[in-house]
């Protein structure tokens, strides 16, 4: 069975799909136009929203795509990720990309996607 939550019509996407034992999570961003901490934290404050519609917290994240606008801001994400995934750590991949978003350079900095274990 295939559970969507958080879909938005407008972009037509899907926030969190719980497929049998797995959640998929696309497009966590927050806070953008501040600082690559502040966005990365925002990003990771909205994957926890999903994350909580299906009852799950960022310790059942096994799995994230990290997009970044500078990929040399990787310490600044594994700082925040030690602050806040408890030792639980996901295995990741880190790319870097020009992002299509409003804002341009002083927009959007960071992005995940995630893979979480919810069975």
């Excluded at 959640?23 to 994957?47: H, P, R």
């Excluded at 790319?95 to 893979?115: K, M, P, R």
Aim: glycine share 10%; proline share 2%; with cysteine.
């Amino acid at each position: 069975m295939i559970e969507r939550y958080d879909v938005n019509e407008k972009w037509a996407h899907t926030g969190i799909i719980k497929a049998g034992d797995t959640c998929y999570l696309n497009y966590c961003v927050g806070n953008v136009g501040g600082t690559i901490e502040e966005q990365i934290n925002g990003a990771f404050d909205e994957m926890e929203r999903r994350l909580a519609m299906v009852g799950l917290t960022l310790e059942n994240v096994v799995q994230m795509d990290c997009l970044f606008r500078d990929v040399w801001n990787i310490p600044v994400m594994e700082k925040v990720i030690k602050e806040r995934f408890n030792g639980k750590y996901p295995v990741r991949k880190s790319i870097q990309t020009e992002f299509a978003h409003v804002g341009g350079e002083n927009g959007l900095l960071f992005q995940a996607d995630a893979i979480a274990y919810c069975g």
